[in-house]
């Protein structure tokens, strides 16, 4: 153990294990119920730290999963590993909780409310799915009732009244919206955009390749990611299947996360420690109806900023990235306001569309695989960005092998909430209110059936007086125009039922 490990403040958060698999079921026979999963994937985070067997932990935490109700994941889990934790715990939905996760742990490390956590998490979506078509009872097991977790973290509406009676509530709806307001502020053609977004997305699909534990390891080129196919619908104009992120997985993760003091007793070798260095946590206005624009994220600008301030660094000097990724225009809102070329490379796990979406718990995947990477390369800084919502909770954590001062943690969220909002108008003000100027399209997309034919018209509109208008149409024959050139800027008229027409 080096001079400079030795000294640290005994307090000092680390992590000393990280674990990933995957379950390739070949069908229901040898599927695994999500809990499986994680003490798998628990089990591999203890080898990574060169421990024989799992150890105590004062806290197994859950990040919140979708594929099955257990009551206490986090209790299940423990039981299946033989441990009696003090605290069992799970978090609140979102995709940031994995990181948020990491700086909430690192803090109760240092504040000597805990000594040893295990973090995990992990879906059986494809599994879930194959059962619901087959008809088959699930049988996976449940905590019992008197198991109540802590739960970690603060839930953020993120759903406006009105957006949710215009049927606006799929991530699948409105980060299309976001690329198509991306393309219209950068000056780019239809074209022009889906060039740019294929191929940053081929490049992705480059790096999960070369991921051992990516689910999707064949590398497409941008041509096969951008030409809508029978096995390549076009979901959301103008991103095709393979521009979504992919929830279809039975995957997880864990990490193992004490003090220096612990680590130590454990006897983990110090080349296998990675020192959370800084961390912040900051969302958007909680609605995007509310938002300024749709290509801009102020508050991935201010947190990326303050993390970097905290952990005494600039972006330059961050060697490893990874950028939540679950369409197109999450990569380019995060790029573009921390100050990231699309040429770098952005993510170190080939992303959620390829690596694998499962639900919440991506950017546990991404810390894992930025652990090893680091381990990889002694000295070397890496960035984490999660995201929840649609582009809405923002969460950072920035990490080193060098070893460091305290953990450092903030959020600059008074400053994002002070910042212009924009107002909407109802439906029936709408109506009214755009005989006194036009409605303009800002922001569209085109959702399409299961078979790949348009279908509805989805589009945020701007009054004259700068309010936000919705506006949606079930017209096929305008859903099918509006895949066509493009309609950001266009004049749109809106009914008083908040039907568009243009």
């Not at 003490?39 to 080898?47: G, P, V």
């Not at 009054?463 to 024959?477: K, N, P, Q, Y």
Request: glycine share 8%; proline share 5%; aromatic share 6%.
């Amino acid at each position: 153990m080096s001079p400079a490990t030795r000294s640290l403040d005994s307090r000092t958060p680390v992590l000393v294990g990280a674990g990933q698999f995957l379950n390739h079921a070949a069908g229901l026979d040898d599927a695994l119920d999500p809990a499986t999963l994680m003490c798998t994937a628990i089990r591999a985070a203890a080898a990574d730290a060169g421990l024989a067997s799992v150890p105590a932990a004062d806290s197994v935490r859950v990040v919140s999963l979708l594929s099955w109700r257990y009551g206490d994941p986090a209790w299940v889990v423990a039981q299946q590993l033989g441990l009696s934790p003090r605290e069992t715990a799970i978090t609140t939905m979102g995709g940031t909780s994995p990181q948020a996760l990491v700086n909430e742990t690192a803090l109760a490390i240092q504040r000597g409310d805990l000594d040893l956590a295990i973090l995990t998490g992990g879906e059986a979506w494809r599994t879930r799915s194959r059962l619901r078509r087959a008809a088959v009872e699930l049988a996976w097991p449940k905590a019992p009732a008197d198991a109540f977790p802590t739960v970690l973290g603060e839930d953020l509406e993120m759903n406006h009244p009105d957006e949710r009676a215009r049927g606006l509530m799929l991530p699948v709806q409105i980060y299309p919206m976001f690329e198509t307001a991306i393309r219209a502020a950068a000056g780019r053609t239809v074209e022009q955009q889906q060039l740019l977004a294929s191929e940053l997305w081929s490049r992705f699909s480059e790096t999960a390749a070369h991921n051992p534990y990516a689910w999707l390891r064949t590398p497409k080129t941008a041509e096969e990611i951008r030409t809508p196919t029978a096995s390549n619908r076009m979901i959301g104009f103008p991103y095709t299947k393979s521009m979504n992120s992919n929830n279809a997985v039975d995957m997880a993760a864990a990490l193992i996360m004490c003090s220096a003091d612990k680590a130590r007793s454990l006897g983990v070798a110090a080349d296998r420690w990675v020192f959370p260095v800084a961390g912040t946590d900051c969302h958007e206005h909680n609605y995007i109806s509310h938002r300024c624009s749709f290509a801009d994220t102020p508050a991935i600008e201010l947190g990326g900023r303050e993390v970097m301030r905290l952990a005494g660094v600039g972006i330059d000097d961050i060697e490893m990235i990874d950028l939540y990724s679950c369409f197109p225009s999450a990569v380019q809102l995060g790029a573009r306001s921390l100050g990231l070329s699309l040429d770098r490379q952005l993510t170190r796990t080939g992303g959620l569309s390829f690596a694998g979406g499962p639900w919440n718990n991506y950017s546990m995947h991404a810390i894992a695989t930025v652990m090893n990477d680091l381990r990889e390369r002694p000295g070397s800084t890496a960035l984490v960005w999660a995201n929840g919502g649609y582009a809405t909770k923002h969460s950072f954590g920035i990490y080193a092998t060098a070893p460091t001062k305290l953990f450092r943690h903030s959020s600059p969220q008074t400053a994002i909430d002070a910042l212009p909002r924009r107002e909407l108008a109802e439906v029936a003000d709408a109506f009214v209110a755009r005989d006194m100027g036009a409605a303009t399209i800002e922001a569209y997309t085109v959702m399409h059936t299961r078979e790949g034919t348009p279908e509805t018209a989805l589009a945020a509109c701007l009054l004259a007086d700068g309010r936000r208008a919705w506006g949606t149409s079930t017209d096929v024959a305008l859903a099918t125009a509006m895949c066509e050139g493009e309609w950001v800027g266009r004049t749109a008229h809106l009914a008083d039922d908040g039907t568009i027409s243009c």
